[in-house]
Structures are given as C-alpha cells and as structure tokens.
C-alpha cells in the first residue's frame, strides 16, 4: 500500500493565524482525503481533494475555512484558516487503496490553537 | 443514516489476557466491515476486513465475525500482548459507494500491562 508523508507532525498556533498541513505519498493515486480527528472524537472527512479541480467539500466544511490545493497526483495542502480553539484536532491526510474501499493514513498532524 | 458504535474506553488488560472490543453498526443494505489500528505516532491502518454476512476477518491474531443478525463486528484477540497497545477504530463502507463513504467509530484506546 501507499507510503504517506505529513507535515508537520505537530504545532502549537495562535488564535487568527492560518497553517497549511502537507500530504505527499510515495505513488500516483487518484483520490485523497483530509479528515479531522477532534479529541475523543471519531474521525469526520473534511473533504476530497481532486486532482486539477476544486476539491469536495462535506457538508459543514467550507472552502474559505479549509482551502486545499491538489496540484498533481502525489501531493496535496490543506490549510487551517483564521484558526481558533475550536480547530485544535488531528488532521489526517488519506488515500484510497486501488479498487478497494480501503484506506490508508499518514500519521495526522497535531495541531493546537491557543 | 449509516453508523458505528463501539466500546468506549480506555481498556486496559494484563498481557496475555482475552480481549474483546465491541463494535455495533447501523446500516442500509450491506456494507463492508472493518477494524482499523492506530500505533502511537503512526497512522490509522487496516488490521482485518469482512465483506459480507459471516465472513470472518482475521490478521495479526485479532479476530472479528461479520454478524448481520447482531448487526455486529466484534474485535477478539486470545492473547494479547505490550505491542498491541494502540486505537482501535471499527468502521464500514457501503460497497456501492466510494472509499469517501467510510464511516469510523470513535476508536477505543487499548493499553497492555507487561
């Protein structure tokens, strides 16, 4: 299965500020996903990053809030916009395993608004 | 619409102890079944999956049974041991959906006394 990279691990961010998380995978896939994973909280897909159009959004997830860019098939950014206590999760990049329903996971990036 | 409901924890078992997680769901037609793990630090992946009605899934020495009657996926290990302390998420798919379309318990956190 796919290799994924995320960056950062982990950060501690001010209240008003923007931060973009990373997603690389070490091979070609056609649909990744961002999730957020709130504190004792199951995961919630945010979206679906699509390759040369705008992403998916899940219903109340917004594009203003959590920009995401998928500039090609190995590489996607999602930001956290004007952040605020609320935002502090895990966000978890993911892709889809050929033709199967099956996922596969970075490791998330920690992020924590203060 | 489509859930899952799994045992709340944290769980903690000596090792070599008998562990069972429980993981309910509720769903449209026939969905596929999964538990995923997640090691500390790592991220989310898949420990076993079943597709249909008493298929049994098995990796690693965890076992679950697909039971539609129960409308259940319990997770089972009949020894368990340090290496296995980790998240454990249950989840499911609609088979005639996207990979999108995986919904995840809120995951059971699992430590293991030596």
């Known amino acids: 299965s796919a290799v994924i990279s995320q960056k950062p691990s982990r950060d501690i961010c001010q209240r008003g500020t923007s931060l973009t998380i990373q997603c690389q995978v070490d091979s070609q896939v056609t649909m990744m996903f961002w999730y957020r994973q709130q504190p004792g909280q199951s995961l919630t897909l945010i979206a679906t990053a699509n390759q040369g159009s705008e992403a998916t959004y899940e219903s109340g997830f917004v594009i203003d809030k959590f920009p995401i860019s998928r500039p090609n098939l190995t590489f996607s950014t999602l930001t956290v916009s004007n952040m605020s206590p609320e935002d502090s999760s895990i966000y978890l990049c993911?892709?889809?395993?050929?033709?199967?329903?099956?996922?596969?996971f970075g490791a998330g990036s920690r992020l924590t608004v203060l | 619409g489509n859930s899952v409901t799994q045992m709340e924890g944290p769980v903690t078992l000596s090792e070599e102890a008998f562990l069972t997680i429980n993981c309910t769901y509720t769903?449209?037609?026939?969905?596929?079944l999964f538990w995923y793990v997640q090691y500390p630090g790592e991220g989310l992946q898949l420990l076993l999956k079943a597709t249909k009605a008493d298929d049994k899934g098995s990796n690693k020495g965890f076992e679950a049974t697909y039971r539609k009657e129960t409308t259940s996926f319990h997770l089972e290990k009949g020894s368990v041991q340090v290496s296995d302390s980790a998240v454990y998420f249950c989840a499911l798919s609609d088979p005639y959906s996207s990979a999108s379309k995986i919904i995840f318990g809120s995951g059971t956190r699992l430590s293991i006394r030596p």
């Open positions: 993911s892709v889809a395993q050929t033709g199967a329903n099956v996922l596969t």
């Open positions: 769903a449209t037609g026939y969905p596929s």
